[in-house]
């Protein structure tokens, strides 16, 4: 019958403490792993003794290599920031980085050739890997943005240059009568003979802007020059028979009134007396146009003073007069402008001089019907 053999076992903490004799193989009840023992207790009694060999699956391997694990080509640690290089003959060794020549390299993804000279392929830059604000001026090229990359209303006017914008930028009919400012349309910028009738406001064209003799017959209408408008006519412009002439179709004719005082029956100068000296009735309707009036021998101290009355009221507000020692007649200010048929008019002197009264007053009232 088939004899079975046990060695000795326990478990990993049973182990601990253990010494087991050089040589000396136990079963390692727990890491399900065969120990070797040295016959040298640990010096944490709580390690367990001999050393365990790995099992098949290396479940029972740490996870953390050190140097011992390691065939290094190189003798001793190594030093901060060396990385491990194989040497193509078997052997792992410590280099510096700068040592490790990769510039040869392949590389992939959005670049393309090797490390030491990497380019990034066409097209894989895009939106989402430029940073905001990252793009300025000397990066985009002469001629490149295009009106579809513009957004409507966002050129403003800061951003266009003084005298930028040509005849050929403008649309037509693009610029409309709020776009043109008061009193910028100069002569020079008007077509000849395009300035038509629509263009003028009634009654804008004046006399100033009209060039002498540039109003000719035929841009007169018929019976379009009425009497107010014709200052003086020679007999050549007249054709045809004049028809009667009727008194009773003129106006503003002179009417005009003589009356004297500080003269005598023979007309001989005398010295003037305060009195009346005239009554005319007038046989018209009209108005006073004023007076002219002389006296041959002037007063002193005291003026020499006519008056009109019209139905025994003056006409005047302020009456004409001869100042001391002159002989021009001072104009009066009229009060009563108008007279009619059959009314009185009396001429009167109201004041005289001293010393030397003053004589020989000729005094016209002009007047019109």
């Given at each position: 019958m088939a004899k079975i053999v046990q060695i000795r076992r326990g478990t990993a903490q049973q182990h601990e403490g253990f010494e087991g004799k050089e040589g000396e193989i136990t079963v390692d009840?727990?890491?399900?792993?065969?120990?070797?023992?040295?016959?040298?207790?640990?010096?944490d009694a709580n390690n367990a003794t001999g050393i365990p060999l790995s099992r098949a699956d290396m479940d029972n391997v740490s996870k953390a290599v050190g140097l011992p694990q390691l065939k290094l080509s190189s003798v001793g640690d190594p030093t901060s920031g060396q990385i491990l290089q194989a040497d193509g003959a078997g052997n792992i060794l410590f280099v510096d980085p700068a040592v490790v020549d990769v510039s040869g390299s392949g590389i992939g993804g959005d670049l393309s050739g090797t490390i030491g000279n990497a380019q990034i392929v066409a097209n894989a830059v895009g939106t989402t890997e430029i940073a905001d604000l990252s793009v300025n001026n000397n990066k985009i090229a002469e001629n490149t943005i295009q009106e579809s990359k513009l957004t409507d209303n966002s050129i403003s006017v800061a951003k266009i240059q003084d005298n930028a914008i040509t005849t050929a930028k403008i649309a037509n009919l693009a610029i409309n009568e709020v776009k043109i400012a008061d009193n910028s349309i100069t002569t020079p910028k008007i077509l000849d003979a395009n300035v038509t009738t629509a263009k003028l406001a009634d009654a804008s064209v004046t006399d100033i802007k009209l060039a002498v003799d540039s109003v000719v017959t035929n841009k007169i209408i018929d019976a379009g020059v009425t009497d107010v408008k014709i200052q003086s006519m020679s007999a050549s412009k007249l054709t045809g028979s004049l028809p009667a002439i009727s008194g009773a179709s003129l106006t503003q004719l002179p009417y005009d009134m003589a009356f004297a005082a500080g003269y005598d029956a023979d007309l001989v100068v005398e010295d003037l007396a305060v009195g009346t000296y005239g009554v005319v009735v007038m046989g018209r309707s009209g108005i006073f146009d004023g007076e002219v009036g002389t006296i041959e021998t002037p007063s002193a101290n005291a003026s020499v003073i006519c008056d009109i009355e019209i139905n025994g009221s003056s006409i005047y507000d302020?009456?004409?007069?001869?100042?001391?020692?002159?002989?021009?007649l001072i104009g009066g200010t009229l009060g009563t402008n108008s007279f009619s048929s059959g009314d009185n008019i009396t001429f009167k002197i109201t004041q005289i001089g001293s010393g030397t009264i003053g004589s020989g007053v000729r005094f016209l009232l002009k007047c019109r019907v």
């Open positions: 009840l727990t890491d399900k792993t065969i120990r070797v023992h040295d016959g040298i207790l640990p010096v302020t009456a004409p007069r001869f100042n001391i020692g002159s002989s021009t």
